[in-house]
Nanobody
């Protein structure tokens, strides 16, 4: 059974860092697009970043470029999201999702086939 499990969320002070993990099981990450999305209370789900696990190409939403970095370790079947210089507005539930046989990469959630349950990130002093 194909499954995605996020971890690494928690409470962090503004300016600090967190690394989220998205562990895949039931399939190997060799030919997928894995995306990170987030949703804050009362707001729409927002695309954060995505990566092609076949060629390593990445995409970031413009507002997060330079602070967030996505990477994949296909041997560990895990995709990571390194988040630096966190701000209170980064607080949200972060989800990872997998797109099977992607044509290019992007952050349209409708293209993603499988979703994890999410991990909460709280940024507060």
């Amino acid at each position: 059974q194909l499954q995605l499990v996020e971890s690494g969320g928690g409470l962090v002070q503004p300016g600090r860092s967190l690394r989220l993990s998205c562990a895949a099981s039931g399939f190997t990450l060799d030919y997928y697009a894995i995306g990170w999305f987030r949703q804050a209370p009362g707001k729409e789900r927002e695309g954060v970043s995505c990566i092609s696990t076949s060629d390593g190409s990445t995409y970031y939403t413009d507002s997060l470029k330079g602070r967030f970095t996505i990477s994949s370790d296909n041997r560990e079947n895990t995709v990571y999201l390194q988040m630096n210089s966190l701000k209170p507005e980064d607080a949200a539930v972060y989800y990872c999702a997998a797109e099977i046989s992607p044509v290019g990469i992007g952050l349209n959630p409708a293209l993603y086939d499988y979703w994890g349950q999410g991990t909460q990130v709280t940024v507060s002093s």
